[in-house]
Structures are given as C-alpha cells and as structure tokens.
C-alpha cells in the first residue's frame, strides 16, 4: 500500500513543477472514500476528457479499475463529441472543470440525460452564478476540493448540498480530516480564515528528489496546502483562494510572477502588478496593472508582445496604464488594492478586455 505508484507533477507557489510522490493506498483510499460519498452503481459510466498528467484525469482511470466499472475517456475536450456522448454512451458521472462547464450549459439544447448522477466540478472555483446556471437546466452537481499532493478529491459536496450552499465542496471525505490554521498552524475556529490543513491516507508520501519542500509541506502527517478557507458551524469547507497570488483560469494555473517577468522586460514599462479578477466563464481572468509614463504607452502592441512570449491562457484580458503603482508602507506592491483598481475599471470598461 505504501509503494510508489505515480509522480504526478504540479506546479508548486513557485511555479516550478514539483513531482508529486502518489501511493497504491493514496488512490485505493481516495477512491474508496469518492465512492462513500458519491456512490458506486453496477452500471456507472465515467467520461473523462481531463489530460491524464492531471491527477483528476489519471483519478478517473484508477478509480474505474478499482470499481470494476466503465470509463468513456477522450482525448480532450471536444463540445459537440462530448455533448452526444453523455446521450450516446448513457453517461452516468463526469469530471469538469468549471470552463468546460459553462461552455456545455451554453452549447446544450436537449434536456440533459436522466442516466447522468452527477457532473463533478473541480480544479478552479465553482462560482455560485454557475451553480445557478445548472440548477435551471437540472443538472445534477457535485462539487469538489482537491490537490494533487492529496489524490484528487479532498472534498466533495453531493448535488443535494451544492443545491443548498453553492459554492462550497462540502464536508471531508470518509477517512480524512480538514482543519484551517492560523500563520502558527493553530486550528482556528469555525468561520475564521486560514490555510486548509489536510490530514488522511490520501496524503502523498512526498515530492520526489525535493527533501526540503516535503518539509515544507507535509508536517506531523499534515498536509499544509497553501489554499485559504474556512469551516462553517456544519464542518463544510469554504475555499477563498486558491493558492496566495496564484490565478485559476480555465483550471490552469497562471502565476503572477511569469507574466510580470516578461511585462516587465516590454518599452516603456517600469514595473507591473498581475492579478485574478472574476471571470463568470473562466473562474478568473488574468488582469495586469503597468507603470508606465503615458507617451508612446501602445496597449496593443504590448499586449501583442506579451502573446509572442506567454501562453494564450496566461495572456492579460484586461491590461491598464498608471503612474505609479499602489505600494504598502515597506515599499511593496499592494496586491489587494491593485484588484480593486482593476476590478472597477473591467467593470466600468469591460470593452477594454482583450480579445
């Protein structure tokens, strides 16, 4: 049970991928603590489109052999392939980032299959609109908390509670425990913010050749995530970042520090701050702030230059000029009020976003 089975690689804080040291026993017991909380039928088929170097990807394969059931796997996602699939292939579950989500509900027009027992949702921030969206079409959801450091699901609300608290992935699956800590790694109460703690035989065993890291991260068998939540009065968890700093776009990870190094490196730009604005399609788009003066400032042929060097996903949408950028009192980039800049301006100019 404990011998190595996967090295699933993650990007961690740093943005440097960091190879995720993954059990027999982490995916026997994340899979037999997904089927306590989601339940397992005969006849259950799984589709799945989620790469397999993803753990929610390579989740579905092992949870499937495991169960001894059916898994309809495509090799990425294709709208209209999988639209008739979940008719054609009498789908019973699927893995969605919330991306795929919102593109489905917009692209469907036929009632969605009565087979369909849920549509598991995770890898970025089901917002409560989304859940909304659903509820209207009848989709059952259920949505999910998780990392590769812990196999996938950490948390997993059941379509009855999605209904009741959108937004939140419910209580710890069977044989896990959660707690939020303080910056000491003190529980905190329920309702106060803090890091999510995670503690279970689904903790990895350690990130592979990355000693000091581990350290870092896995202390007295828990599994210190870096995520920020809280716990309500119920036991169920409540996500408010995804990581400090770190933008979820389209259940790809975007770190502000990538795009700020090539922004930074553009004519006529000093310095710049890249943040996470809500994004009802994509959970979060990636917005930038540039101190630049304002003569000969060209936002498209920067932002043009900006593509030659970033992957499309972690290109700005929203790119503003300013003087000066907003700085704490130790000189630092106020990171919080450079959102709220940019937040009122998208709203107030949503026009400026780019293509």
């Not at 040291?21 to 005969?42: C, D, E, I, K, M």
């Not at 959660?178 to 999510?196: F, L, Q």
């Not at 800049?341 to 026009?351: H, V, Y």
Request: some cysteine.
């Amino acid at each position: 049970m404990d011998s190595p089975q996967a090295i699933v690689f993650t990007s961690g804080t740093t943005g440097r991928p960091k190879g995720v040291v993954l059990t027999f026993g982490n995916h026997f017991w994340s899979a037999t603590a997904s089927a306590y909380r989601l339940g397992v039928l005969p006849h259950d088929r799984w589709l799945s489109c989620l790469p397999l170097y993803h753990v929610g990807g390579l989740a579905v394969v092992f949870r499937s052999c495991l169960y001894g059931t059916a898994m309809v796997l495509h090799d990425r996602f294709d709208l209209a392939r999988f639209d008739r699939a979940l008719d054609t292939d009498v789908i019973t579950l699927t893995s969605l980032v919330p991306t795929m989500f919102y593109r489905l509900l917009e692209h469907r027009r036929t009632p969605w299959p009565a087979a369909l027992r849920a549509v598991l949702l995770g890898g970025a921030a089901t917002s409560p609109a989304l859940v909304e969206a659903g509820k209207a079409r009848g989709v059952p959801m259920a949505v999910t908390y998780g990392l590769t450091e812990a196999a996938s699901q950490v948390a997993t609300a059941t379509p009855e509670l999605v209904l009741r608290k959108p937004g939140s992935p419910g209580a710890p699956l069977m044989f896990g425990r959660v707690r939020v800590g303080d910056d000491a790694g003190n529980s905190v109460p329920p309702g106060d913010i803090g890091e999510v703690i995670v503690r279970g035989p689904v903790v990895m065993a350690g990130y592979f050749d990355e000693p000091e890291a581990t350290a870092q991260t896995l202390r007295d068998g828990e599994l210190f995530t870096g995520d920020v939540g809280y716990l309500d009065d119920d036991g169920d968890l409540w996500i408010v970042q995804r990581r400090r700093d770190i933008i979820v776009t389209g259940g790809e990870n975007v770190y502000p520090a990538e795009v700020e190094a090539v922004l930074d490196t553009l004519p006529g730009v000093r310095r710049s701050c890249v943040v996470g604005l809500p994004d009802a399609e994509w959970g979060q788009s990636v917005a930038a702030l540039v101190e630049a003066d304002a003569s000969g400032f060209d936002r498209e042929t920067l932002l043009r230059q900006a593509r030659q060097a970033l992957a499309g996903y972690k290109t700005p949408r929203l790119l503003v000029r300013t003087d000066d950028l907003p700085q704490t009192a130790s000189g630092k980039i106020e990171r919080r009020r450079v959102a709220e800049l940019l937040a009122a301006i998208q709203a107030d100019a949503p026009a400026e976003a780019a293509p």
